[in-house]
């Protein structure tokens, strides 16, 4: 079945850039979303179709993706940016895909 | 604005059935994309499967032997049947709507209920 990896956790410091990672066989040959998620609440979208923002969503977030690794960017990382990110893929043989997630810490 | 609302019991024995529904206000179910997705305690985000429309299922392989999702239109409802559960399947668990754009395709899961925990415990 297919899989993406992303790292485990992330540190940045507010006002810095964090990159986070997802990677899978061919990633850049399928469309990724990225969700937020915070502690007691349900996930919200923050980028699709690799690069696209939803309506709300702060500039700050953008998102790319090339071979196997797309990447979630926050600039200008604020306190409010620290939580759980995961990306979603579309497979074949799996249909939807998560990756484990990521824990964004502000320091 | 489409919300949804998940409901069912917060509690399950092994080897039973958890049930579930989604109650969805603001939006037809009709000719959309609704999906449940869980997430056991401290852990990751997983797809269980979706129905499409009335009727056309796609299914998680890990889950599929045991999973049923069906849709009740008329009450604009779509549920959720686990048969067979252990505590692996303790988690909460959401309903959501996965949006797709005019070219056909995904546009992520873009509402998504507040969640509710299922325990299985005996």
């Known amino acids: 079945s297919y899989e993406v990896t992303q790292p485990p956790s992330v540190s940045v410091s507010p006002g810095q850039t964090a990159s986070i990672t997802c990677s899978g066989d061919?990633?850049?040959?399928?469309?990724v979303c990225w969700y937020q998620q915070k502690p007691g609440q349900s996930p919200v979208l923050v980028i699709y179709?690799?690069?696209k923002r939803p309506s709300g969503i702060s500039e700050r977030f953008s998102g790319s993706s090339s071979g196997n690794t797309a990447t979630l960017t926050i600039s200008g990382t604020q306190a409010m940016d620290e939580a759980d990110y995961y990306c979603?893929?579309?497979?074949?043989?799996?249909?939807?895909?998560f990756g484990g997630g990521t824990k964004l810490t502000v320091l | 604005q489409v919300r949804l609302q998940e409901s069912g019991p917060g509690l399950v024995k092994p080897s039973e059935t958890l049930s579930l529904t989604c109650s969805v206000s603001?939006?037809?179910?009709?000719?959309?994309?609704w999906s449940w997705i869980r997430q056991a305690p401290g852990k990751g985000l997983e797809w269980i499967g979706y129905?499409?429309?009335?009727?056309?299922?796609n299914y998680n392989p890990s889950l599929k032997s045991r999973v049923t999702i069906s849709v009740e239109t008329s009450k604009n409802q779509f549920s959720l049947k686990l048969t067979s559960v252990t505590a692996a399947d303790t988690a909460v668990y959401y309903c959501?709507?996965?949006?797709?754009?005019?070219?056909?395709?995904?546009?992520?899961?873009?509402?998504w209920g507040q969640g509710t925990l299922v325990t299985v415990s005996s």
């Open positions: 979603q893929a579309w497979d074949s043989s799996t249909d939807v895909v």
């Open positions: 959501a709507r996965e949006i797709y754009g005019n070219n056909g395709n995904s546009e992520g899961f873009v509402y």
């Open positions: 129905i499409y429309d009335s009727g056309t299922t």
């Open positions: 603001g939006g037809s179910i009709s000719s959309n994309y």
């Open positions: 061919k990633l850049g040959d399928k469309y």
């Open positions: 179709q690799d690069t």
